[in-house]
């Protein structure tokens, strides 16, 4: 038990990279709908390339969107509105009207001229006759159809009344409108007898709508026939042939195949055919995982051993495939809009091209199977992407990333259209709107700035923003360096530039090794008398140490280094060259002292060497390189070109004899170019000019 105890202890790292991926896969195979599928990949307009396709299952061969929005269309244009019978109206309309009687009896009265006619009439009669009339004159108007108007006129193709449980329904002809029976009405007065001259347009005043849309009953009557709407142009029997192989894939067999897409997905698993599905899924993702560990042990062992740099690159693929994900089941239609191109521009603000490329291909090929065309997805996406890392020169510039942006926008665009020619041979209005998804997806990549700064603060991470801020010689680290140590900084400056421009040479990370060159020595603020580029006068403070004391003095600098830059609190990758830039070499001058002073003992190598590490990355091991010539030209007492070009060889070729670069990429044509950059920027530093022959 204490040995399995033991072996998961000694092996927790490579126990927790394992179960990061494993939660990767589980996560991603989740996100899998959880149905089997046909793979159903075609292009309308192109041959069938696969073997004939027989049907699984019998379907029916469902109409496209846009036909049956024709035929909604048709219906709702030939809808009949419904309508309900006003409640009394005509107790309504006789109310009004008595209102304006009353108001009229006492001026019939007082007229002298209607003396006759209403002569032996008392003011009830007279009263009783005009509503008498005014009643007969409504009941005989609510035997007509009065309906409220609609803003569509759609009463012209006639209405539906819907009493006692029944549609009855009124042709255009027997429906009138409040206006042509008030005319009607009013027509009357020009040659009404005395007394009844004010008794027309009263009762025109008073009539209204006897009839009322109704809304409710109106959408549920039109519903229930879009409802019997077919949506269905004919059925597929099982077994029956859908498609032969080389046959043209033209719109009728679209459809088709469309509809067999979607009835295999509404299709309900049965526990076998679920367990095999789910172990495919397992297989693909598992594989495509497998292939990304493999490409970080063989190519970038340094992220491979850093499990927070394995958490940070599986949270991003994770994240593209369910952004995919959701779009594919919610809305199709908007997966153009998605960003899927901050992928490669977050990886590259912090690591290299080659990387950028593998994680963003990784992730899309991922993501091609959750949507729909996915070879054209992935095409896509994949040229989008190189165009993203291959252009993008620096994150941390707002103008670079704008451009970036726009070639992003430009390549969708490009594709897109390339696409649209070859499957349709022309350009419709669905390309327009693509267009301006593709605008919409180019203009959020612009949010990689900020995912940057977020991932910096979460993973411990550090961009090129972060080390663009560290590079400042007046950061108050450096400043303090300056004033307690003015020769190490110095030095560092010139280790700088000659570390940047052997870099450079070889295609390295520039600005993280100047960043790197900058503070490798800032270990000396702690004893800067101790080391020969501080010393101002004739005093050595190493005499008055012993050889293996003044080694010590020497070495610890590097230990103090990393204490300060934890303090100070520099990025890991940054205290990696200060750890490695001395390697395991040994303090030479101390060293072969002792051994010149004290022949007869043994002499334990080990107190006058540093601890390590050993440069890990062509990075490290070009400031190693570039602060050991430095350092060594300083004392060369004759600087010609032929002295400095034969310290650089010696140099660089011992550290390779003792190893120290044993873990480092780096072959033995980028080692020539270092030398070769190193002698030339020697020769200008110390304006050593090149003999020519005569």
């Not at 009669?125 to 007509?144: D, G, H, Q, T």
């Not at 600005?511 to 008398?529: C, E, F, W």
Request: some cysteine; proline content about 4%.
């Amino acid at each position: 038990m204490k040995r399995i105890f033991a072996a998961i202890i000694s092996n927790a790292p490579f126990i927790t990279k394992g179960l990061m991926f494993l939660i990767c896969l589980g996560g991603i195979v989740f996100l899998f709908p959880r149905q089997t599928h046909l793979v159903l990949e075609y292009q309308e307009g192109r041959q069938w390339l696969s073997p004939d396709l027989f049907a699984p299952l019998s379907y029916p061969v469902l109409k496209s969107e846009e036909a049956l929005n024709q035929e909604s269309e048709i219906i709702r244009q030939a809808h009949i509105p419904v309508y309900e019978p006003k409640e009394k109206p005509v107790q309504e309309w006789l109310d009004c009207f008595e209102t304006k009687l009353d108001d009229q009896l006492e001026i019939i009265q007082q007229d002298p001229s209607l003396g006759s006619t209403f002569y032996a009439l008392s003011s009830d009669s007279i009263r009783e006759v005009y509503l008498s009339s005014a009643r007969n004159w409504y009941k005989a108007l609510n035997e007509r159809s009065i309906p409220t108007p609609k803003e569509d006129g759609s009463s012209d193709k006639g209405i539906r009344i819907h009493k006692g449980g029944e549609l009855k329904l009124v042709s255009p002809k027997d429906v009138a409108s409040l206006k042509s029976v008030v005319q009607e009405i009013l027509k009357r007065s020009d040659n009404a007898e005395k007394g009844w001259a004010w008794f027309y347009p009263a009762l025109a005043q008073c009539i209204n709508y006897n009839l009322v849309f109704s809304d409710s009953l109106d959408s549920l009557i039109l519903g229930q026939t879009l409802d019997k709407l077919p949506r269905a142009l004919s059925l597929v029997n099982e077994g029956d042939l859908v498609i032969q192989r080389g046959e043209m894939v033209n719109q009728d067999k679209a459809r088709s195949l469309e509809s067999l897409k979607m009835a295999l997905a509404e299709e309900t698993l049965i526990d076998k055919n679920w367990v095999w599905a789910f172990i495919g899924q397992i297989l693909l993702i598992g594989t495509l995982l497998l292939m990304l560990a493999i490409f970080l042990y063989t190519n970038r062992k340094d992220m491979f051993h850093n499990n927070a740099v394995i958490a940070f690159i599986l949270v991003n693929v994770f994240l593209m495939v369910l952004m995919a994900a959701l779009f594919s089941q919610k809305n199709p239609t908007f997966l153009n809009i998605a960003p899927f191109c901050i992928l490669p521009l977050v990886i590259r603000a912090f690591y290299d091209t080659r990387v950028a490329l593998f994680m963003h291909m990784i992730a899309i090929l991922i993501a091609g199977f959750f949507v729909p065309k996915g070879f054209e997805f992935v095409f896509v996406q994949l040229l989008a992407g190189i165009v993203a890392t291959l252009t993008v020169v620096s994150i941390h510039k707002r103008s670079d990333l704008f451009m970036t942006a726009l070639k992003i926008f430009l390549t969708y665009v490009a594709a897109g259209i390339g696409i649209s020619l070859i499957q349709n041979a022309n350009l419709d209005q669905k390309d327009a709107t693509e267009i301006g998804l593709f605008a919409a997806s180019a203009g959020l990549t612009l949010f990689a700035f900020p995912l940057v700064y977020l991932y910096e603060k979460m993973f411990g991470m550090v961009s090129d923003v972060s080390l663009l801020e560290l590079s400042d010689t007046n950061s108050p680290l450096l400043r303090e360096l300056n004033e307690r140590a003015p020769g190490t900084f110095q030095h560092s400056l010139q280790v700088a530039n000659l570390a940047e421009a052997a870099i450079q040479e070889i295609e390295g990370n520039t600005l993280l090794t100047r960043v790197g060159a900058l503070y490798h020595d800032i270990g000396k603020m702690s004893n800067p008398q101790y080391f020969i580029e501080n010393q101002s006068s004739q005093v050595n403070p190493h005499d008055e140490l012993s050889f293996d004391e003044s080694a010590k003095m020497i070495i610890d600098h590097v230990i103090r280094g990393v204490e300060i830059a934890k303090k100070y609190r520099l990025p890991d990758r940054v205290i990696d060259f200060i750890r490695t830039h001395h390697g395991t070499t040994t303090v030479q001058y101390f060293y072969r002292q002792y051994i010149k002073t004290f022949p007869e003992e043994m002499v334990d190598k080990d107190r006058f060497s540093y601890p390590g590490p050993k440069p890990f990355s062509r990075e490290t091991a070009v400031l190693m390189m570039s602060d050991a010539v430095e350092a060594a030209s300083r004392s060369l007492p004759e600087k010609t070109a032929e002295n400095l070009a034969k310290l650089v060889d010696q140099i660089i070729d011992k550290q390779m004899d003792e190893g120290q670069f044993e873990q480092v990429n780096i072959t033995f044509k980028d080692v020539e170019l270092i030398k070769r950059v190193f002698k030339r920027k020697l020769r200008s530093i110390y304006h050593v000019r090149v003999a020519y022959p005569d």
